[in-house]
């Protein structure tokens, strides 16, 4: 098993400052699967992936990491696992094609064995002679391309990515999404960190969604819709005029929403209404004057903002 | 939590491993290798030329050679700890927090252990190189004319290894590079006065005397001055397993401190 993470708690401090950051943790890859975890800001991630590799020290808890105990042989375990961590961290002293050379030799690989390499390296991340670029030249998009390929210099059987497209245009998430499904057609496991939930639907086989510490939910994508949230909403907004009132959609919802969903959240300006059978409710909206609607299936991102709340985190 | 802290100091556990991180660090300065060299040389050059020129019209001769070859040795051995303390605080304080490289590092398979120890192999070695740029000026001055000089090079790389181990000591510890000038003014300037680089010991207070002579620089100064000088120094043994032993202790503290830091 590529990893296998069970009752992971670890906390940060000592005596009385001491936080639990992740607080009983189950994580088991299968061989060749997209696996995301989704969190809010806080809620773990980059923890238990610093766990998962031996860079930090669970408190509690048992890894195994490419069938290997974590941390006593992390190091060697490592060896068969590329990381895109996630801040940048390409050595800026070096070009592109240095970059990739360089980190080969802390796996041992030969520069001889590696320089054939590079341009085929360079390609799959979308930087076709970028070989003697330096660093500071390329853009946000570039780099977080370049730390992708850096990844895959040891032909690693399990890759881990957090927060891969965070700040990349639309253009260089499509490229990063390609290239990390032509790694799964491939056999390559990945495990990967986001904040989009339609990169985690697009992507991943299975995904958690994981809050202060705790796993919410798992399953894949239509698992974990169909178990933790109604499948159809109906968004509500606009200035309602009906009924004498002169106010907004969270007016309506106050008398209406009850009756015709089964469960409706305000958020600004919006009602968002869920429910099994969106025919009553629409039926009535069509008669409320100023009142505009979307009605849509619902999808992860429901469930996320269902399972960890509406306020902002940090 | 004693447990964790037991952890983190436990001992280096070393492996050539930390070679390709030393090569990471000596294919960077290869890349501007003549300005690094030139950059490590001048300072020391200048003083040594001023004062030894300056300075020697006044005081014709110390303790039997001429100031400016007195004053040889003490520009060696000094310019190697700042060179080596140098390399250690500001080059490895960018390395390890500003650009994160040993956080890549780490994500390969490779311990934070091999790369302290490839951080200090390579400030030593560093301060090496320029120690032997140094040498060569020396040299070509004629302030320094036995063969036995050339044995001065691997006592310059032992006092760059004890530099450097002390430095990363400060490193481990630094919020941020302002805390490096503490180290320079209450440690490494006051070192450099009180190590008979610039005057023989036996000017300053008896007092101060035995404070002073168990100064790393001292140590350093007592083995590198009469090699330059075509002498076998007095009490090898002791200044060398001093600078061994200060090397072998700091080392230990500063990976100590680093995992601490790094690995919560
Ligand atoms: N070295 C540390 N010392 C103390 N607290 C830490 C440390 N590292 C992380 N934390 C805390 O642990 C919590 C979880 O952090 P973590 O980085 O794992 O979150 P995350 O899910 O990756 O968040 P983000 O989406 O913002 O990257 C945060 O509250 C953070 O402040
Ligand atoms: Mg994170």
Redesign the pocket.
């Known amino acids: 098993m590529p990893l296998e993470i069970s009752g992971l708690v670890?906390r940060?401090?000592t005596g009385p400052d001491a936080?639990e950051?992740?607080r009983g943790l189950d994580l088991k890859l299968e061989r060749g699967e997209c696996f995301a975890l989704l969190?809010?800001?806080?809620?773990?991630?980059?923890?238990?992936?610093?766990c998962a590799l031996g860079l930090?020290e669970a408190s509690v808890g048992s890894i195994r990491l490419c069938g290997l105990p974590v941390p006593a042989q992390a190091r060697e375990a490592r060896a068969r696992v590329g990381v895109v961590p996630?801040t940048d961290s390409l050595d800026p002293d070096f070009t592109c094609a240095e970059n990739l050379v360089v980190f080969a030799g802390y796996f041992g690989i030969p520069e001889r064995d590696i320089r054939p390499r590079v341009p085929e390296l360079l390609a799959f991340a979308g930087l076709e002679g970028k070989e003697n670029a330096r660093i500071q030249s390329l853009s946000g998009g570039m780099k977080r391309r370049l730390t992708l390929a850096r990844a895959l210099v040891n032909k690693p059987e399990l890759l881990i990515l957090?927060?891969p497209t965070t700040g990349l245009d639309p253009q260089a998430r499509h490229l990063i999404w390609e290239r990390l499904r032509r790694l799964t057609a491939e056999g390559t496991t990945i495990l990967l960190?986001t904040?989009f939930m339609d990169e985690a639907e697009r992507l991943a086989h299975r995904l958690a969604i994981?809050d202060t510490?705790r796993i919410l939910a798992q399953g894949s994508p239509r698992e974990v819709i169909a178990a933790h949230i109604e499948p159809q909403v109906v968004e509500v907004f606009g200035d309602w005029t009906g009924e004498g009132a002169a106010s907004g959609a969270a007016a309506w919802a106050a008398r209406h929403a009850e009756a015709l969903s089964r469960r409706c959240e305000i958020s600004g300006e919006t009602a968002f209404c869920y429910t099994d059978d969106a025919a009553p409710l629409l039926a009535h909206l069509a008669h409320q004057p100023g009142l505009r609607t979307l009605h849509r299936p619902a999808n992860l991102e429901d469930v996320f903002l269902k399972l960890t709340g509406r306020e902002l985190?940090? | 939590m004693p447990h964790a802290t037991a952890l983190h100091f436990a001992p280096p556990r070393l492996s050539l491993r930390f070679l390709a991180v030393w090569r990471r660090n000596f294919l960077v300065w290869k890349k501007l290798a003549l300005p690094s060299i030139v950059g490590n040389l001048a300072d020391p050059v200048i003083y040594m030329l001023g004062l030894g020129y300056g300075l020697g019209l006044l005081v014709p001769e110390v303790e039997g050679v001429s100031y400016i070859a007195f004053l040889a040795g003490g520009t060696l051995a000094y310019s190697t700890m700042n060179a080596a303390t140098f390399e250690a605080l500001y080059s490895g304080f960018s390395r390890m927090h500003v650009q994160k490289t040993w956080e890549a590092i780490m994500n390969a398979p490779i311990a934070l252990d091999d790369i302290v120890a490839a951080e200090l192999v390579w400030a030593a070695s560093k301060s090496c190189l320029a120690g032997v740029a140094i040498l060569a000026v020396i040299a070509a001055f004629g302030f320094t004319a036995s063969p036995l000089a050339l044995a001065a090079i691997p006592v310059v790389f032992l006092t760059g290894l004890c530099f450097a181990a002390l430095g990363l000591i400060m490193t481990a510890l630094a919020p941020s590079y302002d805390f490096f000038m503490y180290y320079f003014t209450l440690f490494i300037t006051p070192m450099t006065l009180l190590s008979g680089v610039f005057f023989p010991q036996g000017q300053l207070p008896d007092s101060v005397q035995l404070i002073a002579s168990a100064l790393p620089l001292s140590h350093a100064v007592s083995l590198i001055r009469p090699l330059l000088l075509g002498q076998v120094p007095a009490q090898i043994g002791l200044h060398l397993g001093v600078l061994a032993l200060i090397t072998v202790l700091a080392f230990w503290l500063a990976l100590g401190l680093t995992r601490r830091r790094l690995l919560?």
Request: aromatic share 4%.
């Open positions: 670890k940060f401090g936080r950051v992740v969190g809010p800001n806080g809620a773990g991630k980059t923890t238990t992936l610093r930090a996630q957090d927060e960190t904040h994981l510490g985190r940090d | 919560k």
